[in-house]
């Protein structure tokens, strides 16, 4: 008797290794949370605990020279993933469609979401504080379950109902976008810095 796991989810981690290119990226955040009055406007009307610029800016990487640098980097990191997934895009390589930044302040998170219209999503994690809330994964069978037990505290990761990974400086995350996730509230007494983007 054997079993035998179906239906795999794919999650990628890498590492953005350049540090000086993590800190300009940072210090172009910084920048942007103070000269970008839209994207703080869209906080204030929506309470988003810190600052985006999912809502006001969709020119990053020609904007600025270190989000073009990592847009190049991104692109072969989709790309790389997108063939590790076994993903068919018809020979074409995945089109980085938006890109976006975050200050998340401490007591910050985000509830439970997807991407739609999109591919493959993912987040670089820039500056990060002790206590920083980590990304939680949630299993997309999770609405079928119906009377299925909890699973057990000893449980392999890959039979959990979610996944947590705790973030840190420098660290890709990849998934596919339909899977749902959510940010856990940051315990953490300064900002968390990132940036997202989605692929199509």
Known sequence: MTIQPLFVTPLWQGQLADAALLADLAASVRVLAVDDMAG???CRDHRYRGYTSYASLNDLPVRDPAFGTLARWLVRQATTFAAAAHLDLAGRRPRLDSLWVNILKPGGGHSGHIHPHSIISGTLYLEVPDGAGAIRFEDPRLPMLMHAPPRRSDAPREATTF???PPAPGLLLLWESW?????????AKADRLSVSFNFS
């Open 40 to 42: 703080r406007r869209w």
């Open 163 to 165: 996944v947590s990974v």
């Open 179 to 187: 899977l749902r996730h959510e940010v856990l509230p940051s315990a």
